[in-house]
């Protein structure tokens, strides 16, 4: 079975700094996809960014980018000019190729904080 | 564009009781995932439903079940609760099953069993 792991359960970046949220997983797959999700107080979960296994090149969403380590089974999230929006839980999660069975894999999460 | 809806948005039961969770998905979407978040905890795989069929279960007891209509909104019923069915219950929809799809998540039914 597949599991996530995300080793920062808290962390904090000052606004406009740079902070990077790490996740690491385990599967015997060769094809899947990964995510980032965000969970504010409101609770929607929100796709922060999204990356396919079989792509070498790293994803990018404005302010977000991942650095995708297949061979090492990491996919650390940064976020750059970091937003008091930014403040949220962060759930990095896997997800099969073919959606079947155990849909998505979801880490135990990282509760970031933005100071002012 | 309507997105994904819950309903209720807080409950409160019993020991025992059942209660029936209920979620309207994105329109044009055919698939729904439901999902049990524990408190501080990333949220848990329930099942999935596809055009009104289950299609993936994950490690949780017949106790719970589903439904899906063919409006393609969905039902998560739990009977005999547990002080441990606690949590909030998230439900997803997405165009498909297959795994390149986004899912879309709704805000979440908060259900507190005393």
């Known amino acids: 079975a597949q599991t996530v792991t995300q080793s920062q359960p808290e962390m904090s970046v000052q606004e406009a700094e740079t902070v990077t949220l790490s996740c690491t997983y385990d599967t015997s797959e060769s094809d899947y996809y990964l995510f980032w999700y965000k969970q504010p107080p409101s609770r929607q979960m929100i796709l922060v960014i999204r990356?396919?296994?079989?792509?070498?090149q790293n994803a990018t969403e404005n302010r977000f980018s991942v650095n995708f380590q297949k061979a090492a089974k990491s996919f650390s999230l940064k976020i750059s000019d970091s937003q008091l929006g930014d403040a949220a839980m962060y759930f990095c999660a896997y997800r099969r190729l073919d959606n079947y069975g155990q849909n998505f894999v979801f880490g135990p999460g990282t509760r970031l904080s933005v100071l002012p | 564009e309507t997105g994904v809806t819950q309903s209720p948005t807080h409950l409160i039961k019993t020991r025992g009781q059942q209660v029936t969770l209920r979620c309207s998905s994105q329109?044009?979407?055919?698939?729904v995932s439901w999902y049990q978040q524990a408190l501080g905890q990333g949220p848990q795989f329930i099942f999935q439903y596809y055009r009104e069929e289950e299609n993936g279960r994950g490690n949780f007891p017949p106790r719970f079940s589903g439904l899906q209509f063919p409006n393609y909104s969905s039902e998560l019923n739990v009977n005999a609760l547990e002080l441990d069915d606690s949590a909030l219950y998230l439900c997803?929809?997405?165009?498909?099953?297959?795994?390149?799809?986004?899912?879309?998540f709704g805000p979440g039914t908060r259900l507190t069993v005393l």
């Open positions: 997803a929809s997405s165009a498909s099953t297959g795994g390149n799809n986004e899912q879309f």
């Open positions: 329109s044009g979407h055919n698939t």
């Open positions: 990356q396919e296994a079989y792509k070498q």
